[in-house]
């Protein structure tokens, strides 16, 4: 085996069979489970274990990242779901129209995260609507966080029976 075979295995397309993809798929889904709406988790628990001044640097940063995450104007937010809209098209019918494998693996991440981004949204005009504070927020993160995690169980267990499906429906070496 040289060096350019090691290479090629390393650097493989093969989604579903490729180390580096799962690793992808774990990282992608730690990142989205940790920062809910925008604040990380470990923010959320000191506020939770300590309260005083963990709380009210969580209600700040929280009141923050509310404030951003609202602070598009109509257009701004066309102009997001159509580029958004595009590209999930795309990668779809590049994946199950034209069976690009890629496109494939690239399909079960994006549209699992794009639901976690919605949550995360729709978790932000809620607060916007309605703020909380001090054990009320902390509860309604850590409930929000759950949301995004039972998207994240559903997902890589979607992403694992396709994977296994799709290698076993392969011939060997293809």
């Excluded at 969580?58 to 701004?76: C, I, P, S």
């Excluded at 995690?149 to 499906?165: C, D, K, N, P, R």
Aim: with cysteine; hydrophobic share 55%.
């Amino acid at each position: 085996m040289d060096l350019n075979d090691v290479f090629s295995r390393i650097l493989s397309f093969r989604t579903f069979s490729n180390l580096w993809y799962w690793l992808a798929v774990c990282t992608s889904w730690m990142i989205a489970c940790y920062w809910v709406v925008g604040v990380p988790l470990d923010m959320i628990h000191r506020a939770r274990r300590h309260g005083g001044q963990a709380a009210q640097d969580l209600e700040m940063l929280v009141a923050v990242n509310v404030r951003r995450l609202q602070m598009f104007t109509q257009w701004d937010r066309i102009a997001s779901v159509g580029f958004a809209t595009f590209i999930l098209t795309s990668v779809t019918v590049s994946a199950f129209f034209y069976e690009f494998e890629v496109a494939k693996g690239l399909f079960f991440i994006l549209v699992p995260i794009t639901i976690a981004m919605l949550v995360n949204i729709c978790a932000a005009a809620h607060l916007n609507d309605a703020p909380r504070e001090g054990g009320a927020l902390v509860k309604y993160l850590i409930l929000v966080r759950l949301w995004i995690q039972v998207v994240a169980m559903v997902a890589i267990f979607i992403s694992v029976i396709y994977g296994m499906f799709f290698n076993l429906t392969q011939p060997f070496g293809y």
